[in-house]
């Protein structure tokens, strides 16, 4: 297992390369070129700037998080060739630079939905929340309500670009069901696998966010059964998962030490988040101590150590905390994801040692 740390670039994080340094245990930075919208092509100049400035603070740049795919591909228009191709240009060009993992979604029109940015938990830190039946069929409600949130920094998936247009890309995806989001997939997957064979690149998809249809949209990577189909219908080592705890842990019924077992094998990066789900359905982000929420971080854990993973690993959001809200991403503070680490890397540690016999 190699721990990373996903950081949004200079000047566009509150975190610095030098903070994370001292966060023992830290391999890698998760990085994008995150003023790109999705369809956008990659400079050369541009990504070498970024990875040279993580190499040179003693990190690797292996993963990158996210190249974005263009609606269109997700709807499957005419238009989608065109975008193919440029995402082709990106692999090509992250390859030949050493990139190995490309993180990326299929979620149609929305990134991660959460109602509330800052809900305040008992402990008196606040974190990302998400309320049931506040997500109503307005969704542009909800985009307001996500971009007076986000403040001074972008977020991925709702740059206010996209949102002035939603209520045509909606339309656009009138027809677009469950089956065909599959098949459009699966179009995009085997245009691009040639390249990643070649560049040893590898697709790692991650699951939707929440685990359920929003706002009629479809949504198909959100249980075992969802993560078999679509591992199947393109079954090529380049092709697996960014295996998400926090993504799949608010529907209960995902047993995701068992999926870790199961498709252990295609799983490239694995994000750790703990939820707590509430009685009525709503869930807060909380620390990742297994007793804090529903998802037994040391059992997902044990998964990964007893299939000997030597993937990529990060905590994936944190609570805020200590007043940090005022100014970090949401979900993406220092100190809970810090902690997060030291957690992490307690548990992996005591899990090498029994393993060792000690
Ligand atoms: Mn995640």
């Known amino acids: 297992m190699q721990m990373t740390w996903r950081w949004y670039g200079e000047g566009n994080d509150s975190i610095t390369l030098d903070h994370i340094r001292q966060i023992p245990g830290v391999e890698g930075i998760v990085w994008s070129l995150h003023n790109k919208v999705a369809g956008e092509v990659w400079e050369e100049e541009e990504i070498d700037k970024v990875m040279d400035l993580i190499k040179s603070k003693g990190f690797n ?7 974005n795919v263009h609606d269109d591909i997700k709807i499957g228009l005419p238009t989608r060739d065109k975008y193919i191709d440029i995402y082709i240009d ?53 985009a307001e309500r996500i971009l007076k949130g986000a403040g001074k920094y972008t977020m991925p998936g709702w740059e206010p670009e996209r949102i002035a247009k939603l209520d045509e890309l909606f339309k656009s995806y009138a027809g677009v069901d469950e089956d065909k989001l599959f098949e459009n997939l699966k179009y995009f997957l085997e245009r691009i696998m040639p390249v990643c064979e070649e560049q040893d690149v590898k697709m790692a998809i991650h699951p939707d966010d929440p685990p359920w249809p929003i706002f009629g949209l479809p949504r198909i990577i959100r249980s075992r059964d969802h993560i078999k189909r679509f591992l199947d219908q393109v079954d090529n080592p380049y092709s697996g998962l960014t295996l998400c705890t926090g993504s799949l842990g608010p529907n209960l019924f995902n047993d995701i030490p068992s999926i870790v077992r199961e498709f252990h094998d295609r799983i490239y990066f694995a994000h750790i988040r703990n939820v707590k789900v509430y009685e009525n ?27 000997g993973y030597t993937g990529y690993l990060r905590p994936d959001h944190g609570r805020h905390l200590w007043g940090e809200e005022k100014d970090c991403r949401p979900g993406y503070g220092l100190y809970d994801r810090a902690l997060g680490v030291m957690y992490m890397l307690g548990v992996w540690d005591s899990l090498d040692k029994r393993k060792g016999g000690h």
């Open 61 to 67: 740049a292996d993963v990158v998080e996210s190249v």
């Open 90 to 142: 990106t692999i090509r060009k992250l390859g030949a630079r050493g990139v190995k993992v490309i993180c990326y979604n299929f979620m149609p029109v929305f990134d991660w939905t959460r109602t509330d940015l800052y809900k305040e938990l008992p402990d008196g830190s606040n974190s990302l929340f998400y309320e049931k039946d506040a997500i109503v069929n307005d969704p542009n409600i909800m």
């Open 281 to 307: 359905g709503d869930f807060s982000e909380v620390s990742h101590r297994g007793k804090d929420g529903n998802v037994d971080v040391y059992e997902v854990l044990k998964a990964y150590h007893d299939n």
